[in-house]
């Protein structure tokens, strides 16, 4: 073997063992758990009946294991290299987040797939944009998380106000963070948009 091709197998044989040690090259997907925990704020004694309803974002993508993909987990270099996944739609996600909360205001609220014609209160949930995108770097993990949705509130089955609700975050964290750290911070957004909606809602159908 020539000197010169004794270094070029060198060359060859760093350059791999170099892209074996890149950050993300062995990244599988990370199940996350869309979790929420009921916030720690009085919002009355109400007693009307209300409806939840909402709409999954369009072209929401499933795995071939049926979970549902809400983020990805990027490489040094923000090239995507395995997916965040949960086995719950944002859809339900958020609902059932409102639900916990109406029913904790006294509310008699349930679930439905479209709101009943003429129903005396109803909330729709619709226009759901929400990404949690880890950048995995040399020393942290940026992980970028935004959550927005339309809300429309609905008397006698007539729509009587909209809004939309949007809740952003950008965190470093340890590169050996954990899955409950992404949960945490999009608990967080939840949390932030129910602050936003219990008001509106009692405003509107409840009692002062």
């Avoid at 892209?19 to 704020?41: A, E, W």
């Avoid at 270099?77 to 086995?87: E, F, K, M, T």
């Amino acid at each position: 073997m020539t000197s010169r091709s004794l270094i070029l197998r060198k060359i060859i044989l760093a350059g791999s063992l170099m892209l074996t040690l890149l950050p993300g090259c062995t990244m599988v997907d990370q199940n996350i758990t869309l979790r929420y925990v009921q916030l720690d704020r009085a919002f009355g004694r109400q007693s009307a009946q209300i409806f939840v309803s909402h709409v999954d974002p369009v072209g929401s993508a499933r795995n071939s294991r049926g979970e549902w993909i809400i983020g990805s987990l990027n490489n040094v270099h923000g090239v995507h290299q395995a997916n965040l996944v949960s086995d719950r739609s944002l859809g339900e996600w958020i609902s059932d987040a409102l639900i916990l909360e109406l029913k904790h205001a006294g509310y008699t609220a349930s679930q439905a797939p479209t709101l009943p014609a003429g129903a005396a209160n109803g909330i729709l949930i619709s226009g759901i944009r929400s990404y949690l995108d880890a950048d995995k770097g040399l020393v942290s993990v940026e992980v970028r998380h935004e959550l927005k949705f339309n809300v429309d509130l609905f008397r006698n089955g007539v729509k009587a106000k909209s809004f939309t609700v949007a809740s952003r975050d950008n965190q470093k964290l340890a590169l050996d963070a954990s899955r409950k750290e992404k949960e945490q911070i999009m608990l967080q957004s939840l949390q932030d948009a129910m602050l936003r909606i219990m008001p509106e809602v009692i405003t509107l159908t409840g009692t002062k």
